[in-house]
């Protein structure tokens, strides 16, 4: 067993390290010492460290004057001011400076820790040089409590707020004053009638200034500072008016105190709250970029208030101070902003003053800021000058990858407010491919970027088929003339637009030759030595023309300007040509064909495309009429923009007062304009619909589905009807679910549950249909397709629906396998399987679960008894293809291949797992000739169990099943309680029919009845 340690420790050197004789070894009479090892290795006693700790140590010795100077002094400048550097160095190099937007509101500190990615190898060498300091001298030492608040702010900005927490309150506990006389120290005393949490600080006398400062009362506002952090709210404004109000909080922190005080108000979004206390911080603060950004928030937070002479008073002090040149620019422009904004303010004013600042030098570096506030302050009164200084901003070489973000959002933003949504997606793509996650708009410009398209498209479309529509409509000879003329100016383009690229590619040679020659007029040492003959490609005149005109010709002409190849959607294209001749002849990609020649136009070929018969007519109009319908879902359902769509569906209605699906439009119409809350013009369409389409769904769910409208009582009738048929469904009783599914239909019509009514009619024909093997129409697949393509747009109806085809497609493949499934024999005559077909986990392959999470019954009611308690006469069960019903299903034939099956009752997939695996290692060691299988196989979604295959007759098969039956708990499966499985075993024709069937516990009393003896 080893030697005690205290023992061992008593001993001399010698001794203690010779170890003792066994006691086995001792009592040997013959005095042999071979000993047979121990099992297992006895485990060596630990020696306890007890070392009394070097604090305790350093506390014994005197604290005379000589002792505290040498340690202050060591403890401060050899440990506290190195950490304190190399933490301040971090804190600045973290800061945000040129990455904020000042479009919103600013974060109040200029840093980030977590989002910049700070170096956590530098805060925890600050974290190890203060421990250093303070394990190594005397903890009465002044600077030790300095040495935990840089501790706990180096664990601050590495984003452990918990560490934080603890350092911070471990310093407010362990360094707080108290007499000699006190066993332990309090933290709180009571002086003149008020608690006082603090230390007091002397500030007496010249020196004060030159005193040092007691950490810990600057580990209460860290403290503060790191619960806003972990969202303690309640418990920061405890600790800032208890510190506000206490005699003895020092004077020199009342700006800091404020600045939380502000902070904690500021992050919580009570900006009202805010402003006071940020006007202490910033009168108190002697920091001065910190003092120019607080000035900054609260000028943003009086324009916030509407109080735009206190922001402009506000944003004047911050340039007075001289801030950072970013700030003191923006600044600038939120001036000019507040004063064109304001009343009997002058937009021209202050683009003049904009102006005015793009020709100084200093403000060169934020010409792009100064032209985009430009068009800003110009949108909406003059959206084209708006647009002209925002396209120049864009020109401007910058690396302010947050102001070229907010630029691309205005252009997109001023485009989409115009319904140009084909620029609009353009400049949305661009406004993702450069702003970040923390983007204040980060989620509508992903929006707007992913469906602008859709919308382009059918606006572009539109628009199209309106001009093929009217052109076609014109008299004969005036739609000849028109067309000739139009296919002459098609043609005028093309020549014009060939003269050009020819005068292009000329200049483009003179200049290449001109800038390849040196000033004196030789070729350089760089340039070709013969002119066309360069190696290198673009020495090539000729090549690089060549070029150029593929380029042209591919492309178009285009400005020079990054990512000009994105967004090149053909919706957006089509949106933005004007070409006559592509308008009218754009192809299907039905029937593509190559294109037309522009110098070839003539006007029967722009003929061709109209549609000037019937039907080509009543395909356009059909065109328009889908468009129009989808335009209008878009701008609701994926925009958000309830007034745009129904001013759409309005003008659908005027266009086409013929809609096929004017139904649906009229009801869209009356629940948006319900939402906008015009009840009066809501009330016009629901009425409309009840009245002349009564007879149609849209109706019944005006009547009777879950609107505002609906009546509680009837909604809670046709609940408790869900539930009972279900319920019914669930033990058994189809007919009885069928009956209360239709007597639902006949009392209520269309209803709330209707998706979930037809979703269980489709499973209990599913359960019904016992002849799906031979069946030629697929009579459970189409029940289960009706309900997936009449309820595609339900994603939970439509999940569940998809999850049960795809075990019905199962349940057929397993079948046919079964079906195929037969026993071989050797020369000699013995049988031999050799199927070899792997089976998959239940986990692996998931299955349908067919709950109702939303409508479960909560007490099991008999289906009959709801039904006959309901108001109406209960309509007759509906005829349903019910299985035959022999009475014994299940035959008995020794001859058939048969299977042993163990089936579980809630067990967990581990425990499953694990069984699995057991048995296939007892196999491999028991039965290695017999080559038994096993595999797992999900019959219903709660019938789980493992298959042992294939025994060629009934006794190998029984052999086996009493085998594992009687030392499966004790050996193979004991972590499984035996009354979560059971064993049977199963011919392959009986294991069919149960598959069809799902009719486990009818098969259990059939092997009750036939198989199992005492």
Same mark, same amino acid.
């Given at each position: 067993?080893?030697?005690?340690?205290?023992?061992?420790?008593?001993?001399?050197?010698?001794?203690?390290?010779?170890?003792?004789?066994?006691?086995?070894?001792?009592?040997?009479?013959?005095?042999?010492?071979t000993?047979?090892?121990p099992?297992?290795k006895?485990?060596?006693?630990k020696?306890?460290?007890?070392?009394?700790?070097a604090?305790?140590m350093?506390?014994?010795?005197?604290?005379?004057?000589y002792?505290?100077f040498?340690?202050?002094?060591? @403890?401060?400048y050899?440990?506290?001011?190195?950490?304190?550097?190399?933490?301040?160095?971090?804190?600045?190099?973290?800061?945000?400076q040129?990455?904020? %937007?000042y479009?919103?509101?600013?974060?109040?500190?200029?840093?980030?820790?977590?989002?910049?990615?700070?170096?956590?190898?530098?805060?925890?060498s600050?974290?190890?040089?203060?421990?250093?300091?303070?394990?190594?001298?005397?903890?009465?030492?002044?600077?030790?409590?300095d040495c935990?608040?840089?501790?706990?702010?180096?664990?601050?900005?590495? #984003?452990?707020?918990?560490?934080?927490?603890?350092?911070f309150?471990?310093?407010?506990?362990?360094?707080?004053?108290?007499?000699?006389?006190?066993?332990k120290?309090?933290?709180?005393?009571?002086e %003149?009638?008020?608690?006082?949490?603090?230390?007091?600080?002397?500030t007496?006398?010249?020196?004060?200034?030159?005193?040092?400062?007691? =950490?810990?009362n600057?580990?209460?506002?860290?403290?503060?500072? /790191?619960?806003?952090?972990?969202?303690?709210?309640?418990?920061?404004?405890?600790?800032?008016?208890?510190?506000?109000?206490?005699p003895?909080?020092p004077?020199?922190?009342?700006?800091?105190?404020a600045?939380?005080?502000?902070y904690?108000?500021?992050?919580?979004?009570?900006?009202?709250e805010?402003?006071?206390?940020?006007?202490?911080?910033?009168?108190?603060?002697?920091?001065?970029?910190?003092?120019?950004?607080?000035?900054?928030?609260?000028g943003?937070?009086?324009?916030?208030?509407?109080?735009?002479?206190?922001?402009i008073?506000q944003?004047?002090?911050?340039i007075?101070?001289?801030?950072?040149?970013?700030?003191?620019?923006?600044?600038?422009?939120?001036?000019?902003?507040?004063?064109? #904004?304001r009343?009997?303010?002058?937009p021209?004013?202050?683009?003049d003053?904009l102006?005015h600042?793009?020709?100084?030098q200093?403000? !060169?570096?934020?010409?792009?800021?100064?032209?985009?506030?430009m068009?800003a302050?110009?949108?909406?009164?003059?959206?084209?000058?708006?647009?002209?200084?925002?396209?120049?901003?864009?020109?401007?070489?910058?690396?302010?990858?947050?102001?070229?973000?907010?630029t691309?959002?205005?252009?997109?933003d001023?485009?989409?407010?115009q319904?140009n949504?084909a620029?609009?997606?353009k400049?949305?793509?661009?406004?993702?491919?450069?702003?970040?996650?923390?983007?204040?708009?980060?989620?509508?410009?992903?929006?707007?970027?992913n469906?602008?398209?859709?919308?382009?498209?059918?606006?572009?479309?539109?628009?199209r088929?309106?001009?093929?529509?009217?052109?076609? /409509?014109m008299? !004969?000879?005036?739609?000849?003339?028109?067309?000739?003329?139009?296919?002459g100016?098609?043609?005028q383009e093309?020549?014009?637009?060939?003269?050009?690229?020819?005068?292009?590619?000329?200049?483009?040679?003179?200049?290449?030759?001109? @800038?390849?020659?040196?000033?004196?007029?030789?070729?350089?040492?760089?340039?070709p030595?013969t002119?066309?003959?360069?190696?290198?490609?673009?020495?090539?005149v000729a090549?690089?023309?060549s070029?150029?005109?593929?380029?042209?010709?591919?492309? #178009?002409?285009?400005?020079?300007?990054?990512?000009?190849r994105?967004?090149? @959607?053909?919706? =957006?294209?089509?949106?933005?040509?004007?070409?006559?001749?592509?308008?009218?002849?754009?192809?299907?990609?039905a029937?593509?064909?190559?294109a037309?020649?522009?110098?070839?136009?003539?006007?029967?070929?722009?003929?061709?495309?109209?549609?000037l018969?019937?039907?080509?007519?009543?395909?356009?109009?059909?065109?328009?009429q889908?468009?129009?319908?989808?335009?209008?879902?878009?701008?609701?359902?994926?925009l958000?923009?309830?007034?745009?769509a129904?001013?759409?569906?309005?003008?659908?209605?005027?266009?086409?007062p013929?809609?096929?699906?004017?139904?649906?439009?009229?009801?869209?119409?009356?629940?948006?304009?319900?939402?906008?809350?015009?009840?009066?013009?809501?009330?016009r369409?629901?009425?409309?619909?009840?009245?002349?389409?009564?007879?149609?769904?849209f109706a019944?769910?005006i009547?009777?589905?879950?609107?505002?409208?609906?009546d509680?009582?009837k $909604? @809670?009738?046709?609940?408790?009807?869900?539930?009972?048929?279900?319920?019914?469904f669930?033990?058994?009783?189809?007919a009885?679910?069928?009956?209360?599914r239709?007597?639902?239909?006949?009392?209520?019509?269309?209803?709330y549950?209707?998706?979930?009514?037809d979703?269980?009619?489709?499973?209990?024909?599913?359960?019904?249909?016992? /002849?799906?093997?031979?069946?030629?129409?697929?009579?459970?697949? =189409?029940?289960?397709?009706?309900?997936?393509?009449?309820?595609?747009?339900?994603?939970?109806?439509?999940?569940?629906?998809?999850?049960?085809?795809a075990?019905?497609?199962?349940?057929k493949?397993?079948?046919?396998?079964?079906?195929?499934?037969?026993?071989?024999?050797?020369s000699?005559?013995?049988?031999?399987v050799?199927?070899?077909?792997?089976?998959?986990?239940?986990?692996?392959?998931?299955q349908?679960?067919?709950?109702? $999470?939303?409508?479960?019954?909560?007490?099991?009611?008999?289906?009959?008894?709801?039904?006959?308690?309901?108001?109406?006469?209960?309509?007759? =069960?509906?005829n349903?293809?019910?299985?035959p019903?022999?009475?014994t299903?299940y035959k008995?034939?020794?001859?058939?291949?048969f299977?042993?099956?163990?089936?579980?009752?809630?067990v967990?997939?581990?425990?499953?797992?694990? #069984?699995l695996?057991?048995?296939?290692?007892?196999?491999?060691?028991?039965?290695?000739?017999?080559?038994?299988?096993?595999?797992?196989?999900v019959?219903?979604?709660?019938?789980?169990?493992?298959?042992?295959?294939?025994?060629?007759?009934?006794?190998k098969?029984?052999?086996?099943?009493?085998?594992?039956?009687?030392?499966?708990?004790?050996?193979?499966?004991p972590?499984?309680?035996?009354?979560?499985?059971?064993?049977f075993?199963?011919s392959r024709?009986?294991?069919?029919?149960?598959?069809? /069937?799902?009719?486990l516990?009818?098969?259990r009393?059939?092997?009750?009845?036939n198989?199992?003896?005492?």
């Amino acid at each position: 067993m080893g030697v005690p340690a205290v023992w061992a420790q008593n001993q001399p050197r010698n001794q203690a390290q010779r170890p003792p004789q066994n006691k086995a070894q001792q009592s040997n009479p013959q005095g042999n010492a071979t000993q047979a090892k121990p099992l297992f290795k006895p485990k060596e006693a630990k020696v306890q460290d007890q070392r009394t700790p070097a604090e305790i140590m350093l506390e014994k010795k005197r604290w005379t004057l000589y002792r505290a100077f040498w340690q202050n002094l060591a @403890t401060r400048y050899n440990y506290y001011f190195h950490a304190r550097t190399k933490l301040d160095r971090v804190v600045r190099s973290v800061n945000r400076q040129g990455q904020d %937007n000042y479009n919103v509101l600013l974060p109040f500190y200029p840093f980030t820790a977590k989002n910049q990615n700070v170096s956590k190898g530098e805060l925890d060498s600050v974290i190890e040089k203060a421990s250093t300091g303070i394990q190594l001298h005397d903890p009465r030492g002044k600077w030790i409590p300095d040495c935990y608040v840089l501790m706990g702010r180096a664990y601050f900005y590495e #984003g452990d707020f918990d560490n934080a927490n603890k350092t911070f309150q471990y310093t407010n506990l362990a360094f707080a004053p108290k007499n000699k006389k006190e066993y332990k120290t309090v933290v709180g005393a009571t002086e %003149n009638d008020q608690i006082s949490v603090s230390s007091k600080e002397n500030t007496k006398g010249v020196l004060t200034p030159f005193r040092h400062k007691r =950490a810990r009362n600057d580990a209460f506002l860290w403290r503060a500072r /790191t619960l806003l952090e972990l969202k303690d709210y309640d418990e920061v404004q405890a600790l800032l008016n208890l510190l506000a109000n206490d005699p003895k909080f020092p004077k020199r922190l009342e700006g800091s105190l404020a600045e939380v005080r502000a902070y904690s108000n500021y992050i919580q979004g009570r900006y009202h709250e805010t402003i006071s206390p940020l006007q202490v911080a910033i009168d108190k603060s002697h920091d001065k970029v910190a003092k120019a950004r607080m000035s900054f928030i609260l000028g943003q937070l009086y324009a916030l208030e509407s109080q735009p002479d206190s922001a402009i008073d506000q944003y004047k002090r911050v340039i007075h101070q001289k801030p950072d040149p970013m700030m003191d620019f923006q600044a600038r422009v939120q001036i000019a902003r507040l004063n064109a #904004g304001r009343e009997g303010g002058d937009p021209q004013q202050s683009i003049d003053a904009l102006r005015h600042m793009l020709k100084k030098q200093k403000f !060169e570096p934020y010409r792009d800021g100064i032209l985009y506030t430009m068009g800003a302050i110009s949108y909406p009164k003059d959206p084209e000058a708006a647009l002209g200084y925002m396209q120049k901003s864009l020109k401007v070489p910058s690396e302010n990858r947050v102001q070229r973000t907010i630029t691309y959002k205005g252009i997109a933003d001023i485009y989409y407010n115009q319904r140009n949504y084909a620029e609009a997606k353009k400049y949305y793509d661009s406004t993702s491919g450069t702003m970040t996650p923390e983007f204040v708009d980060f989620e509508l410009v992903n929006t707007r970027k992913n469906v602008l398209g859709d919308v382009a498209a059918r606006v572009a479309l539109i628009q199209r088929e309106d001009s093929l529509q009217r052109i076609a /409509t014109m008299p !004969e000879s005036d739609r000849n003339i028109f067309l000739a003329k139009m296919a002459g100016s098609i043609r005028q383009e093309a020549a014009d637009k060939k003269k050009n690229e020819k005068k292009d590619r000329g200049s483009d040679s003179e200049n290449y030759t001109s @800038t390849s020659t040196m000033q004196n007029g030789s070729p350089g040492a760089f340039s070709p030595q013969t002119e066309g003959n360069g190696d290198w490609y673009f020495y090539n005149v000729a090549a690089k023309s060549s070029g150029y005109s593929e380029f042209r010709r591919r492309w #178009g002409n285009r400005q020079l300007a990054d990512n000009w190849r994105k967004s090149q @959607t053909s919706a =957006a294209n089509i949106a933005g040509n004007n070409n006559g001749a592509e308008m009218l002849n754009a192809p299907t990609t039905a029937d593509a064909k190559p294109a037309i020649p522009a110098d070839s136009m003539t006007a029967d070929v722009l003929a061709a495309g109209l549609p000037l018969t019937p039907e080509k007519l009543r395909a356009s109009r059909t065109k328009c009429q889908d468009a129009w319908f989808d335009l209008g879902k878009l701008y609701y359902d994926k925009l958000d923009n309830a007034p745009l769509a129904i001013e759409t569906y309005d003008s659908l209605l005027l266009l086409y007062p013929d809609h096929p699906r004017k139904a649906e439009v009229l009801y869209s119409l009356y629940v948006w304009n319900g939402k906008q809350n015009r009840s009066d013009i809501a009330n016009r369409y629901k009425n409309q619909v009840l009245n002349e389409y009564g007879q149609t769904n849209f109706a019944d769910i005006i009547r009777f589905g879950g609107l505002k409208d609906i009546d509680a009582g009837k $909604k @809670t009738a046709i609940r408790e009807a869900y539930d009972s048929a279900y319920t019914a469904f669930r033990n058994g009783n189809y007919a009885d679910a069928i009956a209360m599914r239709a007597h639902v239909d006949s009392a209520y019509g269309l209803n709330y549950l209707q998706p979930k009514f037809d979703l269980l009619q489709a499973m209990i024909i599913v359960k019904t249909d016992s /002849t799906f093997a031979t069946d030629t129409v697929n009579r459970s697949e =189409a029940a289960v397709q009706y309900v997936m393509n009449k309820y595609a747009a339900d994603s939970a109806i439509f999940t569940q629906a998809q999850s049960l085809m795809a075990a019905l497609k199962q349940r057929k493949e397993i079948y046919n396998y079964l079906i195929a499934l037969e026993v071989k024999k050797n020369s000699d005559g013995t049988p031999l399987v050799d199927e070899n077909v792997s089976m998959r986990y239940p986990w692996q392959n998931p299955q349908p679960v067919f709950t109702d $999470k939303v409508n479960v019954a909560k007490t099991k009611t008999d289906s009959i008894q709801v039904a006959a308690a309901l108001t109406g006469n209960k309509p007759a =069960a509906i005829n349903v293809i019910a299985p035959p019903k022999p009475v014994t299903p299940y035959k008995i034939d020794a001859n058939n291949p048969f299977f042993v099956v163990l089936s579980f009752d809630r067990v967990s997939k581990d425990l499953m797992d694990e #069984g699995l695996s057991q048995f296939a290692r007892y196999n491999a060691s028991k039965h290695a000739t017999d080559k038994i299988e096993v595999g797992s196989f999900v019959l219903t979604p709660n019938d789980i169990m493992l298959i042992f295959r294939i025994f060629p007759n009934e006794d190998k098969a029984l052999a086996y099943f009493d085998e594992i039956r009687d030392i499966a708990s004790a050996n193979i499966i004991p972590r499984i309680r035996p009354t979560d499985y059971s064993f049977f075993v199963i011919s392959r024709d009986n294991f069919i029919l149960l598959n069809s /069937t799902k009719d486990l516990a009818g098969y259990r009393k059939f092997f009750a009845d036939n198989y199992v003896s005492e």
